[in-house]
């Protein structure tokens, strides 16, 4: 298993990295995703500025839909690490029991219907395409 970087060990470029996370997270708690990739620094910053800017910046999709939107794609690839960590989000962030069904209904049939799109290598209808 790769060896966690925790903050009292960290260098100083890491700890700014983690320090960071913290500040945007309002909270002190740095997650073992962040701890184990920090054994790569480089890796540590454009993994945390690709998330920082994704899931926090101000866009059209609320904080909310951007952590579902997170889980299925989590749910679709195996990921039980995200899986978790985004599902703790989503319900700090309002997700209810009944949402998270539906959604597990929602990834259920598209993925369903992917595959079978895929397998069946149905053509895209001609008014889909833009």
Request: glycine share 4%; hydrophobic share 40%; proline share 4%.
């Amino acid at each position: 298993m790769t060896k966690l970087i925790e903050y009292e060990e960290a260098s100083d470029e890491v700890r700014s990295i983690y320090d960071d996370i913290k500040a945007t997270r309002q909270n002190d708690y740095i997650n073992n995703f962040w701890k184990a990739i920090a054994n790569h620094p480089p890796t540590l910053q454009r993994a945390w500025q690709a998330v920082k800017e994704v899931m926090s910046s101000p866009g059209e999709l609320d904080p909310l839909m951007r952590e579902l939107i997170y889980i299925a794609v989590s749910v679709t690839n195996s990921c039980e690490y995200c899986i978790a960590s985004h599902t703790t989000a989503a319900r700090a962030k309002g997700m209810s029991d009944t949402m998270f069904g539906e959604l597990m209904g929602i990834i259920a049939t598209a993925n369903t219907t992917n595959r079978l799109a895929n397998g069946y290598q149905i053509p895209v209808d001609e008014q889909f395409k833009t």
